[in-house]
């Protein structure tokens, strides 16, 4: 499966963007995430859902960041409400055949990666 990601955009302190991350074949039988990088920093992981529906967020985003997947039109989307300045980043999707629930959060588990797009927060 390739990963494309679209959404991403210039907003303003408070604002909100909606991420979608669309799969080349179905993504029913896979565990989806959206990691992160900032100019300088390691990239780190954003949040999760699970083929269950089950979702994992970072503490830095939980109660402002939403994902959810619509597996019909394979498809994961990232809801970021209340931006800050901190959230600016590219923002990547990425999966493998080979998650499990406790590596989500663990970059090194993926092998298959989207091109990111970025997110800029202005203060």
């Known amino acids: 499966v390739q990963l494309q990601a679209s959404g991403g955009g210039l907003v303003q302190a408070g604002g909100s963007l909606r991420l979608s991350c669309t799969a080349s074949g179905s993504i029913v039988n896979y565990h989806m995430s959206w990691f992160r990088q900032a100019p300088g920093k390691e990239r780190e992981f954003v949040a999760a859902?699970?083929?269950?529906?089950?979702?994992y967020y970072a503490d830095s985003v939980k109660g402002r960041f939403t994902i959810s997947r619509d597996n019909t039109k394979k498809t994961v989307y990232l809801e970021m409400n209340s931006l800050k300045p901190d959230d600016t980043a590219v923002y990547y999707c990425?999966?493998?055949?080979?998650?499990?629930?406790?590596?989500?959060?663990?970059?090194?588990?993926?092998?298959?990666w989207g091109q990111g797009t970025l997110v800029t927060v202005s203060s």
């Open positions: 990425a999966t493998s055949a080979r998650l499990i629930i406790s590596s989500l959060p663990l970059k090194n588990q993926y092998d298959v």
């Open positions: 859902i699970a083929r269950s529906r089950a979702t």
